[in-house]
T-cell receptor, first 113, second 111 residues
């Protein structure tokens, strides 16, 4: 049981390049999330998907797009990367309803030069 | 929007000393969750508090939820080097259902 799997683990981009961060979970969770983590800022929600076929903006959505491809997969796309998007990105998932905890992937460390 | 503030941001302690981190919300929360992130790792769920005034213990860790459900604390008794990491509180906004994370408290333990 792999839990939440993120790829790639590390990536270096040049300003203006695009890329997609992949996330997949095998726990049959309905809800999936993308966060970014910066020093002293905690975890900030970029986008989330409460269920297959739906996506909503979080706290810091500008510069990002997401796709909930199916129940398992939720991808995050940077169309034109900027240095301000250098961060660690975490994907998380949880069962919907009640007070279920979130399960996190190992993260993607992204540097934009 | 709703904010969850966590203090202190950093704490250095000698092994064996106690440690406490505090979490405060601008509004009432449905519940509070606590996560631990080891250096280089990802956040891992520790515990959830739901009831007003609730206290839960996990070995040397004691978690409290305030009577007004607007604040919480995590206390570690006699810290060990294995306690090193960043501790996050996260509250569920009852209006949106979203989980709002505090900024985290990073604990360093000197052996």
């Amino acid at each position: 049981n792999a839990g939440v799997t993120q790829t790639p683990k590390f990536q270096v981009l040049k300003t203006g390049q695009s890329m997609t961060l992949q996330c997949a979970q095998d726990m049959n969770h309905n809800s999936m999330y993308w966060y970014r983590q910066d020093p002293g800022m905690g975890l900030r929600l970029i986008y989330y998907s409460a269920s297959e076929g739906t996506t909503d903006k979080g706290e810091v959505p500008n510069g990002y797009n997401v796709s909930r491809l199916n129940k398992r997969e939720f991808s995050l796309r940077l169309e034109s990367a900027a240095p301000s998007q250098t961060s660690v990105y975490f994907c998380a998932s949880r069962l919907t309803g009640g007070n279920q905890p979130q399960h996190f992937g190992d993260g993607t460390r992204l540097s934009i030069l | 929007g709703q904010q969850v503030m966590q203090i202190p941001q950093y704490q250095h302690v000698q092994e064996g000393e106690d440690f406490t981190t505090y979490c405060n919300s601008s509004t009432t929360l449905s519940n509070i969750q606590w996560y631990k992130q080891r250096p280089g790792g990802h956040p891992v769920f520790l515990i959830q508090l739901v009831k007003s005034g609730e206290v839960k213990k996990q070995k040397r860790l004691t978690f409290q939820f305030g009577e007004a459900k607007k604040n919480s604390s995590l206390h570690i008794t006699a810290t060990q080097t294995t306690d090193v990491g960043t501790y996050f509180c996260a509250g569920i906004d009852p209006n949106t259902g979203k989980l709002i994370f505090g900024q985290g408290t990073t604990l360093q333990v000197k052996p």
